[in-house]
């Protein structure tokens, strides 16, 4: 019996344009990321934006967990590959060609152009995954809902879970043999809660809350230098419960930004 999610039917769709040329070179270490607008030109610096993009988006989650959540990996120019806003590593160039290469070989067969899904489930509410690549003078995006969610059902075609599984392969590396990646810009997500919570610490007064554009709605802020410095120093890691000064409940996380964002 099939679960038909709100949207319907699960659906992908590839999209394709013209974009520069990739030229990787060999890195030698990670690097911290800084702030500022990042070259994309290939000329040195911060990397500009990623040359493989992995992401979650969409989905039924909590409130501020769309806000907050990170890119599964993103792997750049110069071979840094950032995994869960979490953690960094690099790739050698001709590690990083190699992957470029082989992911969009995978987003340009045309059983995922035009791809048919095997099975009948349709998972309710699932994040969408959402693959970029570009190589070889083409940037390839490429859309899946419930990815993961229906594969052991026959799911999508073998070439976009092999182009799945490359990236993953790159991320379970950087997660595990990694290092813990920082930068001097974070994105702080506040949730406003209903109902008081006596366990709540207090909010800290030299860590500045967003503002809202509604009522009840997550409330995000992007801090830079000394005030992200504050607010790593002060937030621990992860969501954890707060009472403003004026006795209203929130909630709160924040995570590192990427060169790109």
């Known amino acids: 019996m099939e679960r038909w999610t709100r949207r319907g039917a699960t ?15 060999r890195p030698t270490g990670p690097a911290r990321a ?9 000329t040195g610096g911060a990397p500009g934006s990623p040359v493989a993009l992995w992401r979650l988006v969409d989905g039924f989650t909590p409130a501020g967990e769309e806000e907050a959540r990170g890119p599964l990996l993103a792997v750049y120019e110069d071979g840094t590959a950032i995994a869960d806003a979490r953690f960094q590593g690099r790739l050698a160039g001709t590690e990083l060609t190699d992957l470029l290469t082989k992911v969009a070989a995978d987003l ?19 994040p969408r995954t959402v693959f970029t690549v570009r190589s070889g003078g083409r940037e390839l995006t490429v859309s899946a ?18 182009a799945r599984d490359r990236l ?9 043999g990694g290092v813990k990646y920082t930068a ?8 406003p809660e209903s109902g008081a919570d006596p366990g709540a610490a207090p909010w800290p007064a030299d860590v500045p809350l ?32 707060y009472r403003t000064a004026s006795g209203e409940p929130v909630r709160a996380t924040w995570r590192y930004l990427l060169p790109d964002e």
Do not use: I, K
């Open 108 to 126: 340009s067969r045309p059983a995922v152009a035009s791809p048919t899904r095997s099975g009948g489930v349709t998972v309710m509410d699932a």
């Open 34 to 42: 800084t702030s500022g607008t990042a070259p994309t030109d290939g």
């Open 210 to 241: 967003p503002v809202g554009e509604s009522s009840g709605a997550p409330m995000t802020a992007v801090l830079t230098g000394a005030a992200a410095a504050t607010a790593t120093s002060r937030l621990p890691d992860g969501w954890h419960r």
């Open 145 to 162: 809902d419930a990815l993961d969610e229906v594969r052991a059902e026959g799911g999508y075609p073998a070439a976009l879970y092999d």
């Open 184 to 191: 001097d810009r974070v994105r702080l997500v506040v949730v």
């Open 168 to 176: 993953d392969a790159v991320r379970q590396r950087v997660v595990h």
């Open 11 to 25: 659906a992908l769709f590839v999209a394709a344009l013209l974009a520069g040329c990739t030229h990787p070179n």
